[in-house]
């Protein structure tokens, strides 16, 4: 396991954008190790020397982040969730499998998954089991982790309780 201060530096050098030689001799040894920090900074970066094109580099992109899902890196597992949500890169589009996994890495905290499950949640789709207070329970929790668009998706399902509530009384 990469200890604290490679793995500050190793992000570092990665949103520095620059020096990626440097960062993958940094990282190398741990990803062999399957460290999986080393394995979701190796899916975000290309060398010219690998001459990967980008089908090539989302191929090995791909690869790695669920190597460092696997692993239980939870922005890797969002990403993947991402992936199987849209079917981008030529990957056959899996919404339930998005859930499933939008659902573990919301459970492990993380506020954009909180987002997706949430609306999972609220409306019983792609095979989660309807709970809407749970669901309004974790879009709350991406309001306030400031994930984008939050506030209006939860005032949204809060007006769409409201006026069940107001059908149901009459």
Known sequence: MMDFITRRRAYHML?????FKGLF???????????????????CFT??????????FFKRRFKYLRFAAQAGHIEALH???LIYHTGFGGVEQDKRKAAQIFKAAAEKGHPASMLFYGLDLFYGSCGIEKDES?????VTQAVDNGVKD?????????KLVELSKQQSAS
């Open 47 to 56: 060398l010219p020397e690998w001459a990967e094109d980008d089908a090539a």
């Open 15 to 19: 949103r520095a954008g620059r020096n």
């Open 150 to 158: 939050a506030r209006y998706t939860l005032n949204k399902l809060l």
């Open 134 to 138: 749970l669901g309004i329970s974790y």
């Open 25 to 43: 001799k940094l990282i190398k040894p741990h990803i062999l190790a399957k460290d999986p920090d080393a394995l979701y900074i190796y899916s």
């Open 79 to 81: 990403e993947v969730g």
